[in-house]
Nanobody, 127 residues
């Protein structure tokens, strides 16, 4: 069982920034494509960002392009989501996800393509 643990969530004012992190398994972290999803109260979970095993390919939902940046440090077994220019509509529980893949360059945009999930971290943006 792969354990993922998010951290760094919190309360921030609109226009502010926040970086959330997700720590993954040790020696095998580089074997996983990774993604961030979010779920607001009463809404379905939605894709936010994804990154390939080698970190060279990334993808974002349209509403966060230019504001959010996903990155990974395989030496630290951690994936990050840097969120800038936050808006109240970004308020949600953010969860990281991982799936093992042989591809160094592919990323995944759909939740059912991921095998492992963290518990999530709350991000609240006040207006």
């Amino acid at each position: 069982q792969v354990q993922l643990e998010e951290s760094g969530g919190g309360l921030v004012q609109a226009g502010g920034s926040l970086r959330i992190s997700c720590a993954g398994p040790g020696r095998t972290f580089g074997s996983y494509a990774l993604g961030w999803f979010r779920q607001a109260p009463g809404q379905e979970r939605e894709f936010v960002a994804a990154i390939s095993r080698n970190g060279g390919n990334t993808h974002y939902r349209d509403s966060v392009k230019g504001r959010f940046t996903i990155s990974r440090d395989n030496d630290k077994n951690t994936v990050y989501l840097q969120m800038n220019s936050l808006k109240p509509e970004d308020t949600a529980v953010y969860s990281c996800a991982a799936t093992r893949t042989s591809s160094m360059t592919y990323y995944y945009r759909v939740d059912y393509q991921y095998t492992y999930w963290g518990q999530g971290t709350q991000v609240t943006v006040s207006s």
